[in-house]
């Protein structure tokens, strides 16, 4: 049998500010598999989920999906991260999923998976924000074909509209998310998107993690635009006991701009969904002490209850 998970513990009496630096982060990692054919049979050990939900106790449902998933930041270039990152690394990861993605449509398919979550470009949709124009041959033209050809798969696509990515022009102008002036800037693009993608996307996902993200970027420092305070890393600038605070409370006021005009817009037209995709994090009390219990409580509230 697996061993018992450990839970994560919080304690306030011994360390004050030990609330966020005791969550645990996931660091994000993948592997790049460049496949000589989409057939499932290239794998020794390969089973299809087609091959298993012929199986008597296989009861999950019609309805039931199962996906995968990808993000424009770690296939698509150039980005804000790799703008800041400069890593060659990532670069060469990049182009090889760029270069297997329309392989990958046809493994899943034989895979059985009907469903792919994947994140649009912010900003290569908008790469100067509101400041400027829309990019519509090299990034709105290739998102509609994509739609098309997850479509032509019968797979269901599930868009989310960023993933961590987000226009430079918007970080040198005003300080993206550290900025309330970020929610209109999310709003148009968000329109554009609702507008253009629409009538081909019935779930919709506004950020993702973004939990994490308010961490790496603005507490930790470890992903652009790398800020926070000396004593957590070798920040240029930041303050890593306020800043995550106002970049979460900025990113909810976008995503609720963004809810708002699906709703009363879009929504009854496309017949779409939209929500938020959260990384779940569980707290307990080092002990039943009052400053333990509440910062589990505090905890709980900046990863789970935005």
Not at 60 to 87: E, M, N, R, V, W
Not at 121 to 128: C, D, G, Q
Not at 275 to 304: H, K
Request: glycine share 4%; hydrophobic share 40%.
């Amino acid at each position: 049998s697996e061993p018992p998970r450990k839970k994560n513990i919080v304690s306030m009496e011994t360390k004050p500010s030990m609330c966020l630096s005791l969550l645990p982060f996931l660091f994000l990692c993948f592997t790049i598999i460049t496949l000589a054919s989409s057939s499932s049979t290239w794998y020794d050990d390969h089973i299809s989920l087609r091959e298993v939900s012929q199986e008597e106790n296989f009861n999950f449902g019609k309805d039931f999906l199962f996906g995968t998933a990808s993000s424009a930041y770690q296939i698509l270039k150039p980005s804000f991260f790799l703008f800041l990152l400069q890593c060659s690394v990532i670069n060469n990861l990049v182009v090889k999923l760029m270069r297997i993605e329309s392989g990958d449509l046809d493994l899943m398919k034989d895979l059985g998976v009907n469903s792919y979550r994947f994140s649009l470009s912010w900003a290569r949709i908008l790469p100067k924000g509101r400041f400027g124009d829309v990019n519509m041959e090299d990034s709105l033209q290739k998102v509609q074909s994509k739609l098309s050809s997850i479509s032509f798969t019968g797979m269901e696509p599930f868009v989310t509209l960023t993933h961590y990515d987000m226009p430079q022009e918007l970080e040198c102008r005003y300080g993206s998310w550290l900025n309330p002036q970020i929610r209109e800037d999310f709003e148009h693009y968000a329109e554009i998107c609702f507008r253009h993608f629409g009538n081909r996307v019935k779930f919709w996902t506004t950020f993702n993690e973004p939990n994490v993200q308010v961490i790496l970027c603005y507490r930790k420092g470890t992903y652009p635009p790398s800020r926070c305070s000396r004593t957590f890393a070798n920040c240029t600038s930041g303050g890593s006991d306020i800043e995550p605070l106002v970049a979460a409370h900025n990113i909810i006021r976008s995503h609720l701009a963004a809810v708002s005009l699906y709703r009363e817009v879009f929504q009854e037209k496309q017949k779409g969904k939209i929500g938020i995709v959260m990384n779940a994090i569980w707290f307990e009390p080092v002990s039943d002490s009052l400053a333990d219990r509440l910062a589990t409580e505090r905890a709980q509230a900046f990863y789970l209850t935005w």
